[in-house]
Every structure is written in C-alpha cells, then in structure tokens.
C-alpha cells in the first residue's frame, strides 16, 4: 500500500504552513511530515472516517440558518492539524493580550468619561451610530472593569508570513468547543505524535473559565449558568458542552425569573437564586423589558437586575461596540492612546466607507475589494470583490452609497494555507485562525485555537455557514 | 433541578423505554408470525392494538399486512409514538439536557439514534427478516439503562428519569396484557391448545417474562401469568413492581416518608394500594380487560399530577421559596 507523500503537493505562491518557498519542510511540521509519510494512503483515510464517526457519536452538530430546521451537520473536522511554532505564539499571545486590555478600556471609556472621543482619537458619530453601541448601558461599572471577558479573535497569515488581526469577537464568539473537542480526537488519532511533538495542552480552558466566571462576584460557590437561545441555535452543541465543563445549569430565557430585582431559575422545589449568567444570547434579546420587545429568548428584569448588581452577565451587554468593523480601523490608534504602545499585531488596512474619501476609494475598486457589513458576522453580508460578478458589485455599490456606516471594505489578502486531506490526496487550502482569551483578575491566552478551513477549492470563506471546516491547532513547546 | 430539565428527563426516558418496548415487541412477534397461522390480520393486529395507535394505522392503510405493520411500528415517521419516532424524541430531550447527562450515555444516545436513522434509510421493514434489526435497538436501548444505572448521580433528575421509566413500563405491561386477551381468547376451546399456549409464551417474552415466569409457576396458566405480569412484587416489569418502585423515587424527591405531600404522591400511592391488596381472581371476575382499561386511565392521572406537581410553573401562587445549594 502506497505511502502518504507530498511529491505532488503544490504551493502555487501562497504561504504555505508546511513548506517554505523552496519546498523545505518548516521545522515545527518537519517530525509531524516525517511520521505521515510512514502512514498508507489507506490509513490515513480510515483515520479521517473514524474521526467523521466519532464526531456524529458525540454530537458534535450544528444547525444552518438558511437550511429548514432540524437540518444537522457537523463541522469537518480535518486531521491533517494546523501546527504554530512557541516562538510564533509566545509573540500571538502577547499581541492578543495588549489588544485585550486596550479594547476593555475603550469600551469602558464609551460607557462612561468618554475622553477617547473628547481627545478626537475616534469621530463620536462613528461610534455612538454602532448597532452594537447600548445607551442603556451608559455609566455602567462592570466587575472588574472588564466588559469582555470571553472572547476570540480571528487571526489571519498573510503572502508575506506575518499575522495580522481580521477581527475581534467580543459579545459571544463560538468554537471554542471545537478547540476543545478536536483535540480529544486528534490525540486518539495520532497519540504518537504527541508524544514526540510537545503539544501544549488546552483541556484547562473549562477550569480557566469556572474560576473567572467565580471571580466576577462575591458571593461565595455561586450558582453560575449559562444561557442559551434553545436547542435550535446553530451553537447549541457548544452552550451544552460548556455548561458540562463547567458544572453549571443550562437554562433557557423561560427557566428565569426576576422577583425584586433578583435573578432566579424555576426548579422542582422552587426558586433559587442565580448569580453569573454566561449568556450566550445577544444583547437585543436577553430582556424584552428594556431591549427587544419581541424578544422570547430572554427574561424580562434581567438588564434591571443586572444595573442593580444583583447578577453578573457575561460578557457585559454592550461590549460589541468595540467589535464593529468600522471601529476596528481605530484599534491601533486606541492601543497607542490607551497604553501608549504601538500594537504588536497589525490590522489589515480598512477603508471606512463612512469617510467621504474612503467611500470614493471603495466605490472605484470594489472588483478588488473585500466589502463587509460593520455589524455582520458569520460570513453573510460580505462581497469578495475579485470573485464576484459584476451584478453582485453593482448590489454592493447601492448598498454602500445607501448606508455608508453600514460597510467598510480590505483588500483581499490571501490566507495562507495548510495541507488538508481532499479525496485521496492532500492539497493546501486557506485558513485562519481563532484563539480564545479569557479576561477576569488575569488574562488567559489559551494556547491553541479553532483553525478554520475554507474545503472548497480556492475558497477564502473559512465560515462553518459557507462550507468551512476546522483543524486541530498544535502550539509547540519552545525548544 | 430545573423544572423543564425534570420534565425533560422524565420524557427522555419514557420514550427510550418505548422504544425498547416496540422493538421487543417485533422481534417476539415475527418469531412466532414464523411458525403460527399465516394469517396476517390475525397475527399483526393486535401489535397495533397494544400501542393504542389503531385508529391511526387504520388511517393511513387499508389492509393489515406484516410489512406495514412493522413499518408503522418501528418506522413510520407519521407515527408519534413509533420506535423511530421515540428513539429521535428520546434523542431530542437529551440534546436539551445535555450537560445532565454523562458523555458515555450521550455518546449511546447517539448510536441508537443513528441506527434507527439508518434503519428507515435502508428500509429495514422490506427485509426477510428484520429481527436482527430490532434485536440491535433494543440491546442499544438496554445500553442505555445500564449506562443511565451506572454513570448518573442519584439526583432528583434521575429519579424523575426513573419515575418516566416506570410509568411507561407499566402502561406497556398492562397493554400487552389486555390486548393479548381479547385476541387470543375470544372463545374457550382453543384454550390449552398448542396455538394457545405458545401465543402466550410469546406474550411473556413480548415483555421478557419468559423465563423468570417459568422459574416461578413452571406451568403456563392464563391467571398464573396475569398474576405475575401485574402484580408480582419483585419481577421488574409487573405493573405492581413498577409503581413500588416509582413511589421509592417520587419519595426521594419530595424527602416524604409517609402519607402523601402532593397530588403525584397521592394518586401514585392510591394506585399501587390497589396493585398491593388486589387478588388476581377478582381481577379475573371483574374482566381482565376492564381491569388493564382502568389502570391505564389512573396511571395517566399519575402522570398529570406530576407535571401540575413538579413541571408546571406556576410560581405566582406559591411563597417566594429561595433556597441556596
């Protein structure tokens, strides 16, 4: 039986993880190549059915939106993994925190004293206009002064190697089960490689998570839950899996109820008070009170019991204000002002369509331009600008010159790509890269991450929505 | 415990145990189609009587065959209550109540579920013989008792869970019962015959009776086995045992030790007072079958009383009860 080999594999000038320009395998992959090869074409393709198996046994599913309901599929799980240096992610994970931490204060900055506007670092109309921005929440004081306490930022490699930030999730970012899930599998279907490789481990998060979620109050073995929208919301696998890990209730909006001004869930032998919620329902509809008035997701009360201090909500309404794509042109201008450093990651150049000149500039070269919706997520709403047609850019253009705070467009960078397991052989294919930060009395980086893997040939969607899959990512111990 | 949690748990496991009931149901039942009268009315009927669902099959097909039959009990997805339809509803309830649940019992969940997903795919009911099939789904849902047994903390919600179990069980004993009754002895000289007694053999195995039945009585008596399917003390599927055990949980639940604290309590100790001080002849004289009609009425009693008990919120009316864990 035929050995796995990459004598065909193509690079095609893209930046490869695997290989270097001259085909020179890169030293964080060179022990895992070296052990593929010794596998048949075979096994490695019975590895990837069993992996397919095991995921569906675990449930390990999610709904698609635009499908009818009760579609159920799961998110292709590559074996091929996605490996990063220590030395790549000592430098990541420095990155992620300084932005953690300037992002927090901003936000605490725009619900409260508001110099960031007042000193002209960001225009005021740009920010209060933001979907995402809460008046509700003005002079509010989380616990801690942190309004974003989980969170994932989505991470791309560019054609010249250096990592740049996409975008930063801060209200509820999913996959951080899939982190967590794929490891498990990944480890029974090469335990060898682990052994020689140093993995480091990321089976800590739910620890990290419980103990940062009990730091936020003072009362002593608090009742945390989690939220969820009910079993048809596409991350309900996950809202199950972490309330799991983490020993806590998972309730719905209905099993709640506010009595003066107190947070309580129904149980058989009545009420009992509720003291965290990682809610994983959006700010719009977790109280049909205040937000949402349509809203049967959420619990009337809950912002008002919230105000008085009774719960902790996490992440705090309102953190997403500080995610909207045209704030995200200011991020490194907020990190200088706030921390007085320059950020260690790099944006990708952003043209604000909100700004008369970068409109112009987007309008003329949109068959270029990646153009996203500031308040989208999730890979709808955006244009790919040299994979469109021109009935899409001309939809684009209206759109734009309709509402310009609506968009904001990049030029296209191409992802670099990983080799994947594609029908019997093994082609490279574009990802990104999200790790997840958990911010309480410290911040955590969790050393590894959901790499998301566009499957389509050519693709650049990496979204599980759009036919994206993951891989398992391996930080390296430091030599 | 959340109230919607017990609930979820108690339905889960309703519909697990229905599920394994259907299945075993088939498999005794196209064993003995094998060599008894090759009538299919006659034989496949009264499987559709059991379940209660007549009037439904009665709906959708014209003529009783076995091939439909099997595929209206094990399949049918118009069916609310056929195994398909009950494994995807068991599996359902899970999903909601997933972090209550430990991975090794989701993880069989899933495997049942994906077996009987299968089982409707590749059209199971057209082969020569789909015992292996159902012998598969009921060892899955068996599994599945083993592993809810063994990796689940005595909490309020597995005893809810339990309570669900029984309840189910018992309907089932007592349908199989009562239908097996009116089908089979419709006049007295077929009685003590060959046809009889392996109809009733088959009937103390649709409820894997058999061979604890035998072990007791050893002869096959039509009131030795009523006796024993309703309300021998400690045979795991007699109504009688069921209901002991449903009120051992439903005590658990509410820390009562005697009389009764709700409704639930209530019916559930009238209930198995009855089963407790019942003697099979009068049983016999009052009419087997109005007997098995009336329990199934009461045991649904039961189970609305729990749901006002424990699954309904109806918190506007009683104290503001605020406990801390």
Same mark, same amino acid.
């Given at each position: 039986m035929a050995k796995v080999n990459f004598s065909e594999y193509q690079i095609k000038g893209f930046y490869d993880e695997m290989f270097d320009d001259n085909r020179t395998v890169r030293p964080s992959y060179d022990l895992f190549k070296k052990s593929l090869e010794k596998v048949s074409w075979n096994k490695l393709n019975n590895l990837q059915n069993s992996t397919d198996r095991t995921q569906l046994s675990l449930g390990m599913t999610f709904n698609v939106y635009s499908d009818n309901e009760g579609v159920e599929r799961i998110l292709h799980l590559d074996i091929i993994p996605r490996i990063v240096s220590g030395d790549d992610w000592d430098f990541l994970s420095r990155g992620l925190q300084q932005r953690i931490v300037a992002l927090n204060m901003f936000i605490d900055d725009i619900y409260n004293d508001q110099k960031v506007l007042k000193d002209n670092i960001i225009p005021k109309e740009l920010v209060l206009s933001s979907a995402s921005y809460m008046k509700e929440c003005v002079g509010l004081k989380p616990p801690q002064n942190v309004w974003s306490h989980i969170s994932g930022t989505d991470l791309i490699r560019g054609a010249d190697g250096k990592f740049y930030v996409l975008e930063d999730n801060l209200r509820c970012p999913s996959g951080v089960s899939y982190m967590l899930e794929n490891r498990e599998i990944l480890k029974r279907t090469f335990p060898e490689m682990f052994e020689q490789l140093h993995v480091r481990p990321v089976h800590d998060y739910s620890h990290y998570l419980r103990d940062m979620l009990e730091s936020l109050t003072e009362v002593e073995k608090p009742n945390i839950v989690v939220m969820t929208p009910g079993i048809f919301n596409s991350a309900y696998f996950e809202h199950s899996y972490l309330a799991q890990q983490i020993g806590g209730e998972l309730v719905e909006g209905r099993d709640l109820v506010v009595q003066d001004g107190f947070v309580y869930m129904k149980t058989i032998k009545g009420l009992q008070q509720v003291d965290v919620i990682y809610r994983r329902v959006d700010d719009e509809f977790i109280d049909p009170k205040v937000f949402n008035k349509d809203s049967l997701l959420g619990t009337p009360g809950l912002f008002s019991a919230y105000l008085k201090g009774n719960v902790v909500l996490v992440n705090a309404p309102g953190a997403g204000v500080a995610d909207d794509k045209a704030v995200y042109a200011y991020i490194p201008r907020l990190i200088k002002y706030y921390l007085g450093e320059e950020a260690l990651l790099p944006n990708i150049k952003t043209y604000i369509c909100a700004e008369e000149s970068d409109c112009k500039y987007v309008l003329e070269n949109i068959a270029q331009l990646v153009v996203k919706q500031t308040d989208g997520s999730g890979g709808y709403g955006m244009l790919i600008g040299p994979h469109s047609t021109k009935e899409e850019q001309d939809e684009f253009v209206i759109k734009i010159k309709n509402n310009p705070r609506n968009y904001i467009a990049q030029p296209m960078i191409n992802l670099s790509r990983v080799p994947t397991l594609c029908d019997n052989t093994i082609e490279g294919r574009h990802v990104d890269l999200r790790p997840y930060i958990l911010y309480g009395k410290d911040i955590k980086v969790i050393? $590894? %991450? #959901? @790499?998301?893997? %566009? #499957? @389509?040939? $050519?693709? #650049?969607v990496v979204n599980s929505s759009q036919g994206g899959g993951s891989k398992d990512t391996w930080v390296l111990d430091n030599k | 415990m959340l109230s919607r949690i017990a609930d979820t748990m108690y339905w889960m496991n309703r519909y697990i145990e229905r599920a394994e009931n259907y299945a075993r149901f088939m498999d005794v039942n196209f064993n003995l189609s094998l060599e008894s009268v090759p009538d299919a009315e006659q034989q496949w009927k009264p499987l559709v009587m059991i379940t209660g669902d007549w009037p439904l099959y009665e709906s959708l097909y014209e003529t009783v065959e076995k091939e439909k039959v099997i595929y209206f009990l094990g399949f049918d997805p118009k069916n609310p209550n056929s195994m398909y339809n009950s494994i995807c509803n068991a599996r359902e309830n899970a999903r909601a109540i997933r972090p209550e649940l430990t991975k090794e019992l989701w993880e069989q969940i899933n495997y049942v579920y994906f077996l009987v997903k299968d089982g409707l795919e590749k059209k199971r009911w057209k082969e020569n013989d789909p015992r292996e099939f159902f012998k598969k789904v009921k060892k899955g849902c068996q599994m599945l008792y083993g592993i809810f047994a063994i990796t689940i903390s005595r909490t309020d919600g597995w005893h809810f869970g339990k309570i669900g179990q029984l309840i189910e069980r018992a309907d089932k004993t007592s349908r199989v019962l009562d239908v097996k009754y009116h089908i089979l002895l419709p006049s007295l000289q077929g009685v003590g015959t060959t046809f009889d007694l392996s109809q009733w053999a088959a009937l103390l195995k649709s409820v894997s009776a058999y061979d604890m039945y035998r072990k007791k009585y050893g002869k096959l008596t039509a009131v030795k086995i009523s006796e024993f399917l309703i309300l021998d003390e400690i045979f795991p599927r007699s109504m009688n045992f069921c209901l002991i055990q449903a009120e051992k949980s439903l005590n658990t639940i509410t820390g009562n030790e005697g009389g009764f604290s709700n409704s639930a309590e209530k019916q559930l100790g009238k209930l198995k007072s009855t089963l407790e001080f019942a003697d099979i002849n009068d049983i016999f004289d009052g009419g087997l079958h109005e007997y098995a009609d009336s329990f199934q009425k009461e045991l649904n009693g039961v189970s609305s009383a729990i749901y006002d008990s424990f699954f309904a919120n109806k918190y506007e009316s009683i104290n503001l009860n605020t406990t801390k864990q």
């Open positions: 050393p $590894g %991450a #959901l @790499t998301r893997v %566009a #499957l @389509t040939k $050519g693709s #650049l | -």
